[in-house]
């Protein structure tokens, strides 16, 4: 179990001497943005985004293919910013993205049209001509 919420768990019987279900609740819901924000991941309910083109990169920081896509990712979410979103999930941090998309390798990387249908799925590093050449093919200029 990760360690902050073991950190966490443990101050529960405080919690609840100190202000009953009102802070407890607030605590929790506080406990799952700052882990959301620490291991760098959005809410998977918003991907794909809906009424504009989606790519996600499903991998590991601690990958090496990985590691020479970040900064290519992160070239391109800055250049087509307004016209896609380009996601990375970290799946050893965090497993959901993997399941949910039934990813069998990383780095896979995943396309969605603006209906959010999965429209391209490559595996293995991609490179930056290859990203914009896929995102050029579903009319993102």
Not at 122 to 141: C, N, Y
């Amino acid at each position: 179990m990760d360690k902050k919420i073991i950190a966490f768990l443990r101050h529960i019987p405080a919690i609840k001497r100190s202000g009953g279900i009102i802070v407890l609740v607030s605590a929790v819901l506080s406990l799952v943005f700052l882990t959301a924000a620490f291991a760098g991941e959005g809410p998977m309910d918003s991907i794909p985004a809906k009424g504009i083109v989606t790519m996600v990169d499903l991998g590991a920081k601690s990958c090496i293919p990985c590691k020479m896509m970040a900064p290519i990712l992160e070239k391109l979410e800055k250049k087509y910013d307004g016209k896609a979103v380009i996601h990375f999930y970290d799946v050893r941090e965090n497993s959901e993205p993997a399941e949910r998309f039934k990813i069998r390798a990383i780095p896979t990387q995943l396309f969605f049209d603006k209906e959010g249908k999965e429209v391209y799925r490559h595996l293995g590093f991609m490179s930056e001509a290859d990203i914009i050449r896929q995102l050029d093919k579903m009319g993102v200029k």
